[in-house]
């Protein structure tokens, strides 16, 4: 997922996307209600919570005390489109009725969490104004999702993305350059650039993968069972990814702190320019072809 530390008055570490700087962040929720994959180190100390209506309604009036102006609202944590229909619906009635200007409200999600809303669901959660559903995909190499134990095949996560789309929930898929490591980059590359040819998400991100301390993962890259690709090697893996794409109309971000080289683009329209850019960066001998260069100290 793509996301930013913040602290919660519980001192819970809270993450929202970049995207959300300027939302409302509201916790319903403490914590992933799966919390298992490898390289995730997101909420590894935090016993995921749900939030009882109670709770969650006085959280909602005390905030609109404060700014009836809101306009944004991002519901955390991990995975509350996890919540059943009916949670949802009361959730987004409550935020209507106390916030008189909200436009949208944005959430994580996973696939399967998506996949178990019916169409229908998903368009009534829509006009309660539900509107970006974050997903990380992470690959789209099947191997790779069970490497790294992700809880969802490719298949369930295209359906998911393909069917908020046509429910018009607009969605933000993120994937992991360097997940596949040294043995599978090249799967996972053309694999994803399949995966989300598929999905035609509006929203597109690129982080690196960041070993994370306290990670199945992070114990793996210690060891030597997970060599890394080395910064020429991710660049590479983002140019063959990019060179596949066929998308229709997407924003498309690489600009996260793990990331080698900070892009913005909207495709298909600044594809040529993209290759042309990460092109002259592979040729002009200044990316580190024998480690992963610099990595953020923080994710
Ligand atoms: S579902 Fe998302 S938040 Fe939960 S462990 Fe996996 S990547 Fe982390």
Not at 18 to 32: T, V, Y
Not at 40 to 62: A, D
Not at 172 to 194: E, P
């Amino acid at each position: 997922m793509f996301f930013i530390i913040m602290q919660s008055l519980l001192n819970n570490p809270l993450f929202r996307p970049p995207a959300e700087a300027d939302s409302l962040i509201l916790q319903i929720d403490e914590g992933c209600p799966y919390n298992r994959c490898t390289f995730c180190g997101m909420y590894r100390e935090t016993h995921f919570r749900k939030k009882s209506f109670e709770e969650i309604r006085m959280i909602i009036e005390q905030e609109s005390v404060y700014d009836q102006g809101v306009k944004r609202v991002f519901l955390a944590d991990g995975d509350v489109m996890r919540r059943s229909y009916e949670d949802l619906q009361l959730i987004l009635v409550e935020l209507a009725q106390h916030l008189p200007m909200l436009a949208r409200v944005n959430v994580y999600a996973t696939g399967n969490s998506i996949i178990a809303k019916t169409d229908a669901q998903l368009r009534s959660l829509r006009s309660l104004k539900l509107s970006t559903l974050y997903m990380g995909l992470e690959s789209g190499d099947e191997a790779t999702l069970r490497n790294i134990e992700k809880a969802e095949t490719v298949k369930v996560m295209i359906e998911a993305c393909r069917r908020a789309q046509e429910c018009r929930l607009k969605m933000s898929v993120m994937f992991l350059l360097g997940i596949g490591g040294v043995t599978r980059w090249q799967n996972h590359a053309d694999a994803t650039a399949f995966a989300l040819n598929n999905m035609q998400p509006r929203l597109l991100s690129a982080l690196r993968f960041v070993p994370v301390p306290g990670t199945e993962l992070f114990e793996d890259v210690k060891a030597g069972r997970f060599p890394q690709l080395t910064e020429y090697d991710i660049v590479q893996e983002l140019r063959t990814i990019v060179s596949l794409l066929d998308l229709n109309n997407t924003v498309f971000r690489a600009n996260h702190a793990s990331n080698v080289v900070p892009i913005e683009a909207r495709l298909p329209r600044d594809k040529s320019k993209l290759l042309a850019n990460l092109d002259e960066m592979m040729a002009s001998g200044a990316l580190d072809r024998y480690s992963p260069g610099a990595m953020p100290l923080w994710l």
